[in-house]
């Protein structure tokens, strides 16, 4: 075990070897937990998880460079990515990404000098229907414009938040969302689910008409009619 670590990420890592018969198989949680214990994934965090996994350590340096969110620099309290994908590419993320570094006073890939926001890009963020999206510390904002971004950053500055949280700030600075979970959604959600639970209770009831032992499927008819019946209820309350 690395004898410099703090106690708890040492036990983290012992718990993390634990996890995986290869040890090698737990270098990318290692790297976390390293760049945990240094801030970022430096070149001597790369060697402690080579050590620990028996790998070499230009294998480590391999993954480590391969995934971006593996930060081989310091990043500020806040780490604000804009996805600029085509989706958001196309609904207007070079106008937000602009928008971001003229309110931060620092561009792509930098830091501002008081070490508290740091402003990248980032190809998808797995939020096409809500383009365009950005993330702080990965935590997701759907829509935002680049009026609201201005908001976002000034926010962050004044507010200094201890958790950023998604719901949160697409609440005070998104807009448009990938999904709707108004009360429509919410019902044709519990629609398919009811219908899923009823097509189940089907297939037993045809078990138990067909099986010479078909008596014991009955408890399944049973409970997937009640659960399939229950959600058909909500779905439609939800409609009401």
């Not at 993954?63 to 996805?83: D, E, H, I, N």
Request: aromatic content about 10%; charged content about 20%; proline content about 3%.
């Amino acid at each position: 075990m690395i004898s410099h670590w703090s106690h708890e990420n040492q036990q983290r890592a012992t718990r993390l070897l634990e996890r995986y018969p290869e040890k090698r198989s737990a270098a990318m949680p290692l790297l976390y937990l390293a760049a945990h214990e240094h801030g970022y994934v430096n070149d001597d965090a790369m060697r402690e998880v080579a050590e620990l996994t028996g790998l070499s350590a230009a294998q480590v340096q391999a993954v480590a460079s391969f995934y971006t969110m593996y930060k081989r620099a310091p990043v500020g309290r806040y780490l604000v990515s804009v996805c600029t994908s085509i989706s958001c590419y196309l609904r207007g993320a070079d106008a937000v990404l602009s928008a971001i570094e003229d309110e931060t006073g620092v561009l792509d890939g930098e830091t501002t000098t008081d070490g508290l926001i740091s402003v990248e890009h980032v190809e998808c963020a797995g939020a096409c229907g809500g383009a365009p999206a950005v993330c702080v510390n990965w935590e997701l904002i759907e829509g935002l414009e680049p009026d609201k971004a201005r908001e976002l950053i000034t926010w962050l500055r004044d507010a200094k938040p201890e958790l950023v949280l998604g719901d949160e700030m697409q609440v005070l600075f998104g807009g448009r969302e990938s999904f709707d979970w108004g009360p429509k959604a919410q019902a044709a959600l519990c629609i398919v689910y009811a219908a899923y639970f009823l097509q189940c209770a089907g297939l037993f009831v045809s078990r138990v008409r067909n099986e010479e032992r078909g008596s014991r499927y009955v408890k399944n008819v049973v409970i997937f009619v009640v659960m399939g019946g229950l959600i058909l209820f909500f779905g439609i309350a939800a409609l009401a």
